[in-house]
């Protein structure tokens, strides 16, 4: 038996040529026989269809369920409206991160969507705080599946298979309907920098779902898209993985999410911690860098200025999109400005540098 | 995706070919090593003039998942080196034995083409290897 779970897909993945590997507990393809560079344009292009139900799901619910989310995470969530969905993060009390998060705002409960590696973890720190709130918390990610569709064609692929008119389904807002028959959540969300939707629905229906969106996509290209793909993605568009941009030892100013962070609506977890950060930060910032000379800048390779060490390379690759290698790097001020020369150390080489503006590429929904 | 073996060259277990000509020994990866490596994104090549010896990793292949180094299976100078590979790296993906050769050497010993494999060994050692 093999130590990672397998989703309800492991059999389509590797009938489709899915190359699986370990990613947070799990066996997920990191491409398919098309390669991670053509399942990378097919998103910016087309679309792409991505199997991401390890991430996972709780439902909140009660009467003081707003309050607890009010308390447990930055947001003002009494801002948004019933069927909007908005990006926010949990943070332990000294300002460092614990998650990510997505949260969904349905008629009469709240989702959260967390990182698969951080599930358990962020579910006993809810749990934690929970007990003088009257409201619940349900971890419903295993019954609950969860797919992504993204790129400029998702709408017309996804409108083939659901009633349900799409146009009224904006950025950062969900919906309930059939989609090939199937009860979904729709959100028009994503991690692609694309539009695109991610959907939720019963585990057993996976196959039947997956099958149907593949089918229906085939006249616009779409494709099916592995990790690596995700991956290049989310990091042109400059979207923060957990356990690379943020974790335990990042804060939310340095990884520039305090946009995220209300400083009215009350205590939050966290926030006497964060906005001491955003008024008198010392700490590294987060830059985005284009290579100079020839290189790939790769995860955790030393970031210099002369002789000295300043920083570190979270995530860099060549950009399939932009054509350059890129990375993005925490570094201290004044390193930070844009233009800044510096060194990344490629495999203990010095190889040049320059901070350039983020994101690398401006998502489609920022246009 | 079955994965091509020509005879015309021979194979280190390390995965890299080589291709005596009668003058020179033309190296570059197989289709097994291109197929695992995925996207080739980026290479770095020796310079001209090198003298390098068999075994010695003189070739950085950095492909979308990671970067891998490439061995010379026989020592000698480095005579040629494919410079188009700088700014085409996917041609390692779509023509492994071909387009995408890395560097020609002046052999100084031939008798380490001898050591590798041929096309039939190396691709029952490949078969092995994905048993385990």
Known sequence: ?367 | MSLNYPNDVRYAKTDEWARYDGELVVVGVSDYAQDALSDVVFVELPALGDVVAAGDEVVTVESVKAAAEVVTPVSGEVVAVNAALEDTPELINTDPYGEAWFFKVKPSDLSELDALLDAAAYEAYNAEREDH
């Open chain 1, 1 to 367: 038996m093999s130590e990672y779970q397998r989703t309800a897909l492991y059999d389509r993945h590797v009938a489709m040529g899915g190359r699986m590997v370990p990613f947070a507990g799990y066996e997920l393809p990191v491409q398919y026989l098309t390669g991670p560079l053509a399942e990378h344009h097919a998103v910016r292009k087309a679309a792409g269809l991505f199997d991401i139900d390890h991430m996972g799901q709780f439902i909140l619910k009660g009467p003081d369920a707003e309050l607890f989310l009010q308390y447990v995470q930055p947001r003002d969530v009494g801002q948004m409206k019933v069927w909007e969905a908005e990006y926010s993060f949990l943070c332990y009390s000294d300002g460092t991160f614990i998650d990510d998060i997505f949260i969904y705002r349905l008629p009469d409960e709240w989702w959260i969507i967390v990182n698969a590696a951080n599930r358990h973890k962020d579910l006993f720190w809810l749990d934690t705080h929970i007990a003088q709130f009257d409201c619940e918390l349900e971890d419903i990610s295993d019954p609950t599946y969860m797919l992504a569709l993204q790129g400029p064609q998702a709408q017309t692929v996804l409108q083939k298979l659901t009633d349900l008119d799409l146009n009224q389904v904006t950025f950062h807002t969900a919906a309930r309907a059939k989609v090939a028959g199937i009860d979904t959540l729709i959100g028009a969300t994503g991690y692609t920098g694309e539009y695109g939707y991610e959907m939720f629905f019963p585990e057993e229906k996976a196959v039947a779902m997956w099958e149907s969106l593949l089918e229906a996509g085939k006249p616009e290209g779409l494709l099916a898209c592995g990790l690596a793909a995700r991956d290049s993605l989310r990091f042109e568009a400059c979207l923060p993985l957990y356990g690379h941009e943020i974790s335990a030892s990042a804060e939310p100013v340095g990884a520039r999410l305090s946009w995220v962070c209300d400083w009215d609506k009350g205590p939050w977890l966290g926030r006497e911690a964060v906005l001491k950060n955003k008024l008198e930060k010392n700490g590294r910032w987060l830059v985005g860098l284009e290579m100079v000379d020839r290189g790939v800048p790769r995860e955790h390779y030393p970031v210099a200025v002369g002789d000295e060490v300043v920083g570190w390379v979270t995530t860099g690759m060549k950009s399939p999109t932009l054509d350059k290698f890129l990375a993005l790097a925490y570094v201290p001020s004044p390193y930070n400005k844009l233009g800044t020369e510096l060194m990344v150390l490629i495999r203990n080489k010095p190889k040049g540098a320059k901070v350039v503006k983020r994101p690398f590429y401006l998502p489609a929904y920022r246009r």
